[in-house]
């Protein structure tokens, strides 16, 4: 009788630590802003500039739910799934490629860092968002010119936009092979190989490399698709306290057009909540257009998920034309 009521109980008890072994969590973001824009130029602004003048509901950054899966293996191994889906929910849409955001399967081990394949972010495009005081979301960001790109959203290549290779105007690359490295001496690194699958079509590669040490923080990264196709961002910032200081560079060409992007910004706690500030000159087809973007913005947290906020942005480009926009919004993620 005993030994009937130890064999279910242990069972139950192994299952009950295998189980506390392996987590899975879903996560996810939904931000919206009612946004205006206006200005006399006819051109497309960055950064949500895009509209000429009109009062939209827009997602104020990437909607996104997904899976994240984590594998005890023993030994300090573990296995990985990250599932990444676009949500619009202005609309209740979603993007085409339903796992736009990131679909990899990996493993890791805290001594020797973590490999994941599939469709990834660029290791170029981490530096970037470390650079940008609004991380690639809203109105304020630094947005694709940080990069040089001109489609942040993820999308095929939008129509025309010159040529390139398939990944170049997503951020993310599919068939991709990843290293992140531990955290040594307040150094890491990243690598990425890209396998292109087609035909005359060659494969793509990427690093970064970045390190920190207390306030300080620096970082320079580099993406190849071709000998037309490349961008190098870098940058640093200082933590003082009282403000947050960043300055970052990044140079590349874009369909053999030579281009390069200057930025300057901060942050800086303020009644409870965060300033946000940032210009940048954006200068492409080979030194003869140099355009220019301002932003300013104020984020406020009502608990450790939701956060209200407003952002001003003006961009000015060379012909003497221009284009602003204001936003409020309100971001939620769990």
Known sequence: MQLRTFVPVALSFACTCAAAQSSVVIFGRVDLAMRKTWGDSTQSGPGGLSAKNA??????????????????????????????????????????????????????????????????????????????????????????????????????????????????????????????????????????????????????????????NGPFYTGIAHQRWNENHYSTPMGAMYDFGLIKLIAAYATGKRNGNSENNRLIGFTAPLAGGELRGMVERYTLAQGTQHDRKWSVGYFYPLSKRTTLYSNYANARFDNGTGRSGFEAGMKHTF
């Open 55 to 212: 009062t939209q509901m827009v997602p104020g950054s990437r909607n996104r739910w997904g899976i994240r899966v984590d594998d005890d293996l023993g030994n300090g191994w573990r296995s990985h799934v990250f599932l990444d889906a676009t949500l619009i929910p202005t609309d209740g849409s979603t993007a085409p490629t339903f796992y736009d955001g990131r679909s990899t399967l990996g493993f890791s081990h805290q001594s020797y860092g973590r490999v994941d394949f599939g469709r990834m972010d660029q290791p170029a495009l981490y530096t970037s968002l470390d650079f940008d005081p609004w991380q690639g979301d809203t109105l304020g960001q630094a947005g694709a010119w940080s990069y040089l790109r001109v489609n942040p959203t993820g999308a095929p290549n939008p129509a025309g936009l010159p040529a390139a290779p398939a990944d170049f105007y997503s951020f993310k690359s599919n068939n991709s092979i990843n290293y992140a490295s531990p955290v040594m001496a307040g150094f890491q690194f990243r690598l990425q190989y890209a396998i292109s699958g087609t035909d005359g079509t060659k494969d793509s590669r990427g690093f970064n490399l970045t390190y920190r």
